[in-house]
């Protein structure tokens, strides 16, 4: 990425993808016409059931008993290799951790890396099940085993199957990015080829499909560019030595165009969930996803995986898919960070949420401490009995409570006796004389009644740094454990309240330790409030005065020119 300027190359993207989406209704016209125009057939899928059956349809008529497919996450969405099975077709899929899955009767854990949770144990172990003796486990051996058991499939295959990184409506064009070969292998020796793809793959011109090209490897793989980009126009076509064009010589005789809708389009008109439609399918959300880390792919998801996995699958699969997966989610915003086409994944994420506590609701000991954890008066009751209860616990301020194994390796943090707001005329007291700046600290519950040590060690800094520091509404709560747990009325109500009272605060800067909080409140009220235009404005004022400490910090030890000491 240093070579790069990533930022700039994510804005073009994220621009080409959203005028993309604004105009889909027309490219779809347009693809459409112009793949027709160079010997492709177009067929469009409401949904799932009705990609499968056009799929199996072409088989019937072509009498294909074996297809070979590369990867394509379209058609694990439709559940393709299954359904062709059931109709007497065999389905080989090509991409060696697709082929390994499948051998597992396993779905992929990864949107570009399948089989990532699979050892090279465990793939020998299958692979010597396939050629009836033992294999080695190294990554040659393997490799070894993949290409010639696969090499003989694409020679005898009837059709081929892949999906699309994109489709370029301006020359009715399929873009293949792969890094195998194999996509380049069943694109060209069988005689007919067939490309399912969600409709929001098209965009306008080569140019737009080159920008995916220039973040799509170094967004999931970290390469400057994958091994193999393909190009289709139309079947395959030469022209003889009379120049007399001559199709199928070099390649498939036909080309079957899938472009499936399967919910994309109620997606496209929500307001919130058509930025999703901007997936470039990188996989880079669950790369940095520390939940994802954790379980893997077929606990975290459900067909897509990941961050992006829990926003569109309850447009492709319903809201029970994800129902309890999205729970999973920590509200780390670390998928934010990366994502090429800038699609806000964690308040996307919440929206999901707050649609699944509609759909199973919450416990009721859950529903009773949020809604009681959410006005000062509230919070200061709620804290102040579990100070009482935690006492037989605590040890070095932590909290161990005795749920058997588990309390060996997992602690909470205790309820200070002494919170942060305890501490506000100290604070003041230390302020420099002649101040720089003149700043509110909003520690947030989290910092004021966990780790009140922490927001004073950062309005320290603060003043350090030569600002006036003072600790403002150290007994609200923000409202982030109500939107993360999807409810979605306490969290707007203490939306308003957070608004009103931060709106009075007189400082030059209001600056938050914690930058989840921060966060909250700079992006997330704005989108809470969306259906009410006077308080969506008040939110957006108040969000051009917040900034995250570190941020923060950073910012006054630049101007100041300010540097630290040498750690050791």
């Given at each position: 990425?240093?070579?790069?300027?990533?930022?700039?190359?994510?804005?073009?993207?994220?621009?080409?993808?959203?005028?993309?989406?604004?105009?889909?209704?027309?490219?779809?016209?347009?693809f459409t016409?112009?793949?027709?125009?160079?010997?492709?057939?177009?067929?469009?899928?409401?949904?799932?059931a009705?990609?499968?059956?056009?799929?199996?349809?072409i088989?019937?008529?072509?009498?294909?008993?074996l297809?070979?497919?590369?990867?394509?996450?379209?058609?694990?969405?439709?559940?393709?290799?299954?359904?062709?099975?059931?109709?007497?077709?065999?389905?080989?899929?090509?991409?060696?951790?697709?082929w390994?899955?499948?051998?597992?009767?396993?779905?992929?854990?990864?949107l570009?890396?399948?089989?990532?949770h699979?050892?090279?144990?465990e793939?020998?172990?299958?692979?010597?099940?396939?050629?009836?003796?033992?294999?080695?486990?190294?990554?040659?051996?393997?490799?070894?085993?993949?290409?010639?058991?696969?090499?003989?499939?694409?020679?005898n295959?009837?059709i081929?199957?892949?999906?699309?990184?994109?489709?370029?409506?301006?020359?009715?064009?399929?873009?293949?990015?792969?890094?195998?070969?194999?996509?380049?292998?069943?694109?060209?020796?069988?005689?007919?080829?067939?490309?399912?793809?969600?409709?929001?793959?098209?965009?306008?011109?080569?140019?737009?499909a080159?920008?995916?090209?220039?973040?799509?490897?170094?967004?999931?793989?970290?390469?400057k560019?994958?091994?193999?980009?393909?190009?289709?126009?139309?079947p395959?076509?030469?022209a003889?030595?009379?120049?007399?064009?001559?199709i199928?010589?070099?390649?498939?005789?036909?080309?079957?165009?899938?472009?499936?809708?399967?919910?994309?389009?109620?997606?496209?008109e929500?307001?919130?969930?058509?930025d999703?439609?901007?997936?470039?399918?990188?996989?880079?959300?669950?790369?940095?996803?520390p939940?994802?880390?954790v379980?893997?792919?077929?606990?975290?998801?459900?067909?897509?995986?990941?961050?992006?996995?829990?926003?569109?699958?309850?447009?492709?699969?319903?809201?029970?898919s994800?129902?309890?997966?999205?729970?999973?989610?920590l509200g780390?915003?670390?998928?934010?960070?990366?994502?090429?086409?800038?699609?806000?994944?964690a308040?996307?994420?919440?929206?999901v949420?707050?649609?699944?506590?509609?759909?199973?609701?919450?416990?009721?000991?859950?529903?009773?401490?949020?809604?009681?954890?959410?006005?000062?008066?509230?919070?200061?009751?709620?804290?102040?009995?579990?100070a009482?209860?935690?006492?037989?616990?605590?040890?070095?301020?932590?909290?161990?409570?005795p749920?058997?194994?588990?309390?060996?390796?997992?602690?909470?943090?205790?309820?200070?006796?002494?919170?942060?707001?305890?501490?506000?005329?100290?604070?003041?007291?230390?302020?420099?004389?002649?101040?720089?700046?003149?700043v509110?600290l909003?520690?947030?519950?989290?910092?004021?009644?966990?780790?009140?040590?922490?927001?004073?060690?950062?309005?320290?800094?603060?003043?350090?740094?030569?600002a006036e520091?003072?600790?403002?509404e150290?007994?609200?709560?923000?409202?982030?454990?109500?939107?993360?747990s999807?409810?979605?009325?306490?969290?707007?109500?203490?939306?308003?309240?957070?608004?009103?009272a931060?709106?009075r605060?007189?400082a030059?800067?209001?600056?938050?330790?914690?930058?989840?909080?921060?966060?909250?409140?700079?992006?997330?009220y704005?989108r809470?409030?969306a259906g009410?235009d006077?308080?969506?404005?008040?939110?957006?004022?108040?969000?051009?005065?917040?900034?995250?400490?570190?941020?923060?910090?950073?910012?006054?030890a630049?101007?100041?020119?300010?540097r630290?000491?040498?750690?050791?």
């Open positions: 990425m240093r070579e790069i300027d990533w930022t700039a190359l994510r804005d073009d993207l994220t621009a080409r993808k959203t005028a993309a989406i604004d105009d889909l209704p027309a490219l779809v016209e347009r016409e112009e793949a027709e125009a160079v010997g492709a057939k177009v067929y469009r899928a409401a949904d799932a009705e990609a499968n059956r056009i799929v199996a349809a088989c019937r008529a072509k009498k294909a008993k297809v070979v497919k590369s990867k394509s996450m379209a058609t694990e969405e439709i559940g393709l290799t299954e359904h062709l099975e059931k109709q007497g077709v065999r389905a080989i899929e090509t991409d060696l951790g697709e390994i899955i499948q051998l597992a009767h396993e779905r992929p854990s990864h570009i890396a399948p089989a990532i699979k050892t090279r144990e793939v020998a172990q299958l692979f010597a099940k396939v050629v009836g003796h033992p294999v080695p486990d190294d990554t040659a051996s393997l490799v070894a085993v993949a290409r010639a058991e696969l090499r003989q499939y694409f020679l295959a009837d081929g199957i892949t999906g699309g990184n994109a489709l370029i409506a301006e020359t009715g064009t399929l873009l293949l990015v792969t890094n195998e070969g194999n996509a380049d292998l069943a694109t060209s020796v069988p005689p007919v080829h067939i490309a399912v793809v969600g409709i929001e793959k098209i965009v306008p011109t080569l140019d737009d080159m920008a995916i090209v220039k973040l799509l490897a170094r967004s999931g793989t970290g390469q560019i994958t091994t193999y980009t393909q190009l289709i126009t139309g395959s076509r030469s003889d030595i009379e120049l007399k064009t001559q199928g010589v070099h390649g498939p005789k036909e080309l079957h165009f899938v472009l499936l809708d399967n919910g994309r389009s109620a997606m496209r929500d307001p919130a969930f058509r999703a439609l901007r997936c470039i399918r990188c996989g880079a959300c669950s790369n940095v996803c939940s994802y880390q379980v893997g792919g077929h606990v975290f998801g459900h067909v897509y995986t990941g961050a992006i996995g829990l926003v569109v699958s309850p447009w492709h699969h319903g809201t029970d994800v129902a309890y997966e999205q729970g999973m989610c780390c915003n670390a998928c934010d960070t990366v994502c090429p086409v800038s699609i806000p994944l308040s996307l994420i919440t929206e949420r707050a649609k699944a506590v509609e759909r199973i609701g919450l416990s009721l000991p859950k529903r009773l401490l949020l809604k009681q954890w959410s006005a000062p008066d509230a919070i200061d009751r709620v804290a102040g009995w579990l009482m209860l935690q006492g037989p616990f605590r040890h070095d301020g932590l909290v161990r409570v749920f058997g194994a588990i309390a060996k390796e997992k602690s909470l943090p205790a309820i200070s006796e002494r919170p942060l707001h305890f501490r506000a005329r100290e604070v003041t007291q230390t302020n420099p004389s002649s101040p720089a700046t003149r509110a909003f520690p947030s519950c989290l910092v004021d009644r966990l780790i009140p040590e922490a927001g004073y060690a950062a309005a320290r800094v603060l003043q350090a740094l030569g520091v003072h600790v403002v150290g007994r609200r709560c923000c409202g982030l454990p109500q939107l993360n999807g409810e979605r009325a306490t969290a707007v109500a203490m939306a308003k309240d957070a608004i009103t931060l709106e605060v007189r030059d800067r209001i600056v938050i330790p914690s930058s989840s909080c921060a966060i909250t409140i700079t992006q997330d704005a809470l409030l009410d006077e308080w969506r404005e008040r939110a957006l004022g108040l969000a051009e005065r917040i900034t995250p400490f570190t941020r923060f910090a950073a910012e006054l630049r101007e100041r020119a300010i630290g000491r040498p750690l050791g």
